[in-house]
């Protein structure tokens, strides 16, 4: 694959993510790093039984991915 085009298709998935989000899988006993947003229909953010859940976009893997007691960690706004 070409740098280039590497490097485009790179830039492409920033713009289209608001967040970094993590969170402890323990099926897979690893924390899992994603990039993404909310601004898909069917996303959200909810709590039960003392557990934080987010559905979010997933904009590399191009799909909904749930997560359980995520840390977030919004961009910054660009100058």
Same mark, same amino acid.
């Given at each position: 694959?070409?740098?280039e085009k590497l490097m485009k298709e790179v830039d492409e998935l920033h713009?289209? !993510?608001?967040?970094?989000? !993590?969170?402890?899988?323990? $099926? ?11 601004? $898909? ?10 557990? $934080? ?22 961009? $910054?706004?660009?100058?």
């Amino acid at each position: 694959m070409d740098i280039e085009k590497l490097m485009k298709e790179v830039d492409e998935l920033h713009e289209q !993510s608001e967040f970094i989000v !993590s969170w402890f899988a323990k $099926k897979y006993n690893k924390t899992i790093r994603r990039i993404g947003n909310l601004n $898909k229909e069917g996303c959200r953010t909810w709590e039960q039984n003392g557990n $934080k859940y987010m559905c979010f976009w997933d904009v590399v893997i191009k799909r909904y991915t749930t997560c359980i007691n995520p840390v977030i960690t919004y961009k $910054k706004a660009r100058n």
